[in-house]
T-cell receptor, first 112, second 117 residues
Framework: KNQVEQSPQSLIILEGKNCTLQ??????????LRWYKQDTGRGPVSLTI?????NTKSNGRYTATLDADTKQSSLHITASQLSDSASYIC???????????FGAGTRLAVHP | GAVVSQHPSRVICKSGTSVKIECRSL??????MFWYRQFPKQSLMLMAT?????????EQGVEKDKFLINHASLTLSTLTVTSAHPEDSSFYIC?????????????FGPGTRLTVL
């Protein structure tokens, strides 16, 4: 069964600290993996997208990694800001028609 | 580029009425749009895939007669929730594949909060 699991479910950190979110997937055939940021009451916004051959990709203070062998990905947030408070969703695209499998998300709260 | 809008952003309606939600790709043409539903603290669940000029493809368990989808043009798809009930209250989000070379990325709209009384 195609699944995407994220951990932790929720996380609280202090402003300025770093954090790492995890994503494990069992999706086949794998096409690509994306990380989205979703603010409360808003639609998801793409942060990074990685294909099978890419190990890491950065977008400002966000750095995503992908290990296609172990089927794991992580999203590292550096020097967190209050505006980083949101849900971060790991999404795996599979098959020929790029269907998306969504993780449940990690709810990040950055406190001053 | 690749902006997707939804209208309305929130709607409150009485049980038994129908509600139409619009999804527009503002600066690109989208042959395929997707409709998702998201309940509180849960992830997005795909409801249906909407293709311009043809019938939508619904996911298992989604009633096509209740959730009517029309994709009449390359920039507009609509979702009509017919005879809405309180259990239909949810956050509805559409997305569209990016135009041009960016067809692998889905761009999401801001969502529509539906509350059925």
């Amino acid at each position: 069964k195609n699944q995407v699991e994220q951990s932790p479910q929720s996380l609280i950190i202090l402003e300025g600290k770093n954090c790492t979110l995890q994503c494990n997937y069992t999706v086949s055939p794998f096409s690509n993996l994306r990380w989205y940021k979703q603010d409360t009451g808003r639609g998801p916004v793409s942060l990074t997208i990685m294909t099978f051959s890419e190990n890491t990709k950065s977008n400002g203070r966000y750095t995503a990694t992908l290990d296609a062998d172990t089927k794991q990905s992580s999203l590292h947030i550096t020097a967190s800001q209050l505006s980083d408070s949101a849900s971060y969703i790991c999404v795996v695209s599979w098959g020929n028609y790029n269907k998306l499998i969504f993780g449940a998300g990690t709810r990040l709260a950055v406190h001053p | 580029g690749a902006v997707v809008s939804q209208h309305p952003s929130r709607v409150i309606c009485k049980s038994g009425t129908s509600v139409k939600i619009e999804c527009r790709s503002l600066d690109f043409q989208a042959t395929t749009m997707f409709w998702y539903r998201q309940f509180p603290k849960q992830s997005l669940m795909l409801m249906a895939t909407s293709n311009e000029g043809s019938k939508a493809t619904y996911e298992q368990g989604v009633e096509k007669d209740k959730f009517l989808i029309n994709h009449a043009s390359l920039t507009l798809s609509t979702l009509t929730v017919t005879s809405a009930h309180p259990e239909d209250s949810s956050f509805y989000i559409c997305s569209a594949n990016g135009g041009g070379r960016d067809t692998d990325t889905q761009y999401f709209g801001p969502g529509t909060r539906l509350t059925v009384l």
